[in-house]
């Protein structure tokens, strides 16, 4: 991506001051608390190291939802979350003060820069960044670790927070929603960002679509682990779902097109994760990390797509179990469903289902690296049988990084939060609010052939609807998280979906299986599988087995607090059962 990126400031503008008896010492050259903070860019200077703390491409981004059951990974650190093994660290980069501290500095500098001269409102932009990436900061603790030390200054070695204990969950809580409101008072619009070319920027409405995410999170948690006031915050949820839905500043990607035959196409969720779904014009990214050329004319990349290959993240048969056929049933149900058999071939398993597997998923034809299409999975590289297409370009596995830009929160989830938290409060919701929320990203999907290639027959993905629903004796709470779950597939939210939920103490336990061994793994002129590969009774390839696999619902529900915290401020109370 070649174009503008919000440029980094140079990290040690914003580090600690200096002591008293150093002021009158500082060379004029030097830059630090004592000169720094004068106009409103030094404050958008500041903020802009945020914006390299935003989930990204790099391998522990995309390794989330391999936390959960709906995906595996060779790597180490990705297998002891998912199957329990993992033991307490001593350090952890997930318990971080730092942008904390950096936050709080940028607040208690803004009125520096008022005094002399700068307007409130300029000034206010970025003293609402930085509360939006304080909130964002706490809540990354919040879901692993619970109640946390709450730190809103900057401290000196001798000031008593510095050894103050945890704050309770719903004190943490409570300050990362007063942030988030804070930043929706302050920040700019989306429009007004992307009129100021901007684009980038956190807006008034990304903090209330991030609040939505933190209500969603907490209200369901507190429902189903049984605790707190659920209610009120999937009221909260919901209404902010809504008021970002209202603002009219959103929308889903759409690339609709009439072919030949008649069919609609529509290949804007594959585009969505590729080089067409940049930008500005893409009305659908609501929270947006940036990868590409910057003011500085230095380069920001990462080989995401390497990092699928190593098998370190690839999708399970837990998770793909997930795609509806084109009748809008799923595969216990739908008469369109056939079982996989050894002689069919793979690319048959993909047909008649949600569109969005195919726009997952890589199959046979697909691009894939350099010169070559995919063939079928090679064993190595995915070694579920399944790979992940999102992100996949083979320009840039050529160079080995990629510039594609990361949406951290698309208006699809919007629209998600608030059709799964207008059902959680009542247990119930209406056609109305499915129209407006899940049957939209239906909508968008292009027709699905049920018929032959020989005589076609194009059909739209049935609307959810109630009657729907009654008809054919499915679960509207399982429907909208199923919906959740491929509309969001491989984008970090489906383990912290399994904890909040209180799913996670049965399905962190099941088997990890893969995609059903078909003879052309083994006979392909590419890489073969062994012959010898374990599958289990239905022939499907085994990752690893249940007695493997362990959660422990007393324990692991939260994370360790690292034992170095503990022993540096023994008011650190572990979490039980580490």
Known sequence: MKKRFIYLMIGSLIFSGLSSCEVNEVPETFMNDVNYWNTVNDLKMAANYFYTTLPGLASGDVSEDVWSSYGFSNSGDATRISDGSRATPATSADYDYFSIFQANKLIENAPIVLEKGAT?????????????????SYYKMFIRFGGVPMITKTLKVDDPEVFAPRA?????????????????????????LIAAKEYGRISKTAALAFKARVALFEGTREKFHKYGDAKKHLTIARDAAKEVMDSKQYALFSQAKTGANGQRTDEAYYNLFQMAGEGSANKENVIVRQYGVNRENSVTSTPVQRYYEGSNAVPTQNFVDNYLMADGLPISKSKLYVEPTKDMKYNAYFNKKDPRMSFTLFKTGDEFIASSDYTIPNPRMHRSGYGVRKYANKEYWALQASYIDKPVLRYAEVLLIYAEASYELNESISDADLDQSINLLRAR???????????PNFVDMPKLSNDFLNINGLNMREEIRRERSVELAFEGLAYWDMIRWKTAEVEMKKPLIGSYLFTEFLTTTGEKWASDTPVDSKGHIILQEANLRKFDPEKDYLWPIPTNEIAINNKIEQNPKW
């Open 120 to 136: 409130e409102k300029e000034v206010n932009w970025y003293v609402g960044e930085a509360h939006f990436f304080r909130a964002m």
């Open 445 to 455: 999907l292009p027709q699905v052939n049920i018929g032959t290639a020989e005589a």
């Open 168 to 192: 309770s969950r719903a004190e943490i809580l409570d300050l990362i929603l007063k942030d988030l409101d804070i930043a929706a008072q302050y920040l700019r619009g989306h429009d007004e």
